[in-house]
């Protein structure tokens, strides 16, 4: 599981994380484990694993968790 930092998260259900190579990464809050999106805050640092999104076939984090 790679590593990031929560950069913003929004009223409309989808954020961003900062990854370790400094770029940023784009999740849903489906992909948050639990009820945990609204617990979100910016300068958090969170699990993920990349994947591909379905709906837009672009890369996106999957399975956030805070770490």
């Known amino acids: 599981m790679a590593k990031g930092t929560i950069v913003r998260v929004t009223d409309r259900g989808f954020g961003f994380i900062k990854q370790e190579d400094g770029t ?6 489906s992909q948050v484990a639990g009820n945990g999106f609204d617990k979100l805050t910016q300068g958090q640092m969170v699990t993920y694993e990349k994947g591909m999104s379905q709906r ?3 890369e ?3 399975q956030v968790t805070p770490a």
């Open 24 to 29: 940023e990464l784009f999740f849903h809050r």
């Open 60 to 62: 996106e984090a999957q």
């Open 56 to 58: 837009s076939g672009k």
